[in-house]
């Protein structure tokens, strides 16, 4: 079945169709007999074809960051916490919600900021992608009818991951990304993926904090479609790391960036430009709207894959 919010964008997108097909039919009146019958029905049929299997996407919409601190531990305290600002974001016009990196868990996986940390304790504290928070995070997203972007610890069998999972307004899965650069977190397993899921509004990839730092992780976004990168991030960070590189990122790859950090939250357009900005230890939303359309091209066209092949031998720079 169709939804009908979906049905009423499918009905937009086809309105310069309906606009052609009145204007063939009233001078139809001029016709009789059965051939203005038989161009009637093409025309009516050749309408309601476009109608029902239109999907261009709607790429402009409204996203939120929550520039908030979660508690360490408190998995309970801090969906709540999320709960709570989602709404307020969809009660403000967002569509798209992120949170900062580990934020169900409060970010238990680097043992300088978390030296209470345990194998045994961060095991413990894991969630599985099918676990029942996740499952109540998944229904938040449906009942708000949001796309919902959470970093959380996951748990897979004796493993676990720093992950970032992002729900679609049906409250499915639709993006599932582990931190592939992880110093600093001696109990996480990194992960080998960078994968880039469609939505509604665009393709949409993900990095998590410290990934931000090899320029090769946005790349393969970029090259892989990404309009919309997500960086949910957590700890110290300064002007550097975040503005600075932040805004490379999106420059070089023609995608729109969102940099999620409790502390500071920015959400930079494709030329590298800063459209909204949080800084300081103060909870808020950071929202601004966005037009996928404008992501892509550029510089990214300009590129010769077939002269890179040295980018995947081993550095011999010197730590």
Same mark, same amino acid.
């Given at each position: ?10 009905? !937009? ?8 097909? /009145? ?23 050749? /309408?309601? /074809?476009? *109608? ?29 916490? *999320? ?20 934020? *169900? &868990? ?16 961060? $095991?413990? @504290? ?21 796309? *919902? ?16 999972? $992002?729900? +679609?307004?049906?409250?499915?899965? #639709? ?32 990095? @998590?904090?410290? &990934? !931000? ?5 946005? !790349? ?7 309009? $919309? ?27 729109? #960036? ?10 930079? &357009? ?12 103060? &909870? ?6 966005? +037009? ?10 300009? !590129? ?11 550095s011999s720079a010197k730590e």
């Amino acid at each position: 079945m169709i939804g009908d919010e979906t049905m009423m964008k499918r009905r !937009r997108a086809c309105w310069p169709c309906f606009r052609i097909t /009145t204007a063939v039919l009233r001078s139809l009146r001029f016709q009789t007999g059965m051939m203005k019958s038989l161009c009637s029905r093409f025309l009516l049929a050749t /309408t309601v /074809t476009l *109608l029902l299997h239109s999907s261009t996407p709607a790429e402009e919409f409204v996203i939120a960051g929550l520039g908030v601190m979660p508690k360490a531990w408190d998995k309970e305290a801090n969906f709540s916490t *999320l709960q709570r600002y989602a709404r307020e974001a969809v009660a403000r016009g967002a569509q798209f919600v992120v949170t900062p990196e580990g934020f *169900l &868990d409060g970010y238990t996986s680097n043992v300088k900021l978390r030296p209470e940390s345990t194998p045994k304790r961060y $095991l413990a @504290i894991g969630e599985e992608i099918d676990g029942p928070l996740m499952r109540r995070v998944a229904k938040l997203a449906e009942d708000l009818n949001i796309y *919902l972007a959470v970093g959380f610890a996951e748990r897979r069998g004796k493993k676990m991951f720093n992950t970032v999972a $992002l729900y +679609d307004p049906a409250g499915q899965l #639709v993006l599932r990304y582990s931190k592939t650069h992880s110093p600093g977190e001696k109990f996480t397993t990194p992960g080998r993926e960078f994968p880039v899921a469609p939505t509604s509004f665009g393709p949409v990839g993900a990095m @998590i904090c410290y &990934d !931000r730092r090899l320029p090769e992780v946005a !790349r393969i976004l970029a090259v892989k479609g990404a309009k $919309l990168i997500l960086v949910p991030a957590y700890g110290p960070d300064n002007k550097i790391e975040s503005v600075t590189i932040m805004r490379i990122r999106a420059y070089e790859n023609r995608a729109y #960036v969102v940099f999620v950090n409790p502390t500071r939250v920015l959400v930079i &357009d494709p030329e590298g430009n800063v459209l909204a900005i949080k800084e300081g230890t103060e &909870d808020k939303l950071v929202m601004a709207k966005i +037009d996928l359309a404008r992501a892509g091209g550029g510089n990214m066209q300009s !590129r010769v894959p077939e002269i890179y092949s040295e980018l995947l031998q081993q550095s011999s720079a010197k730590e």
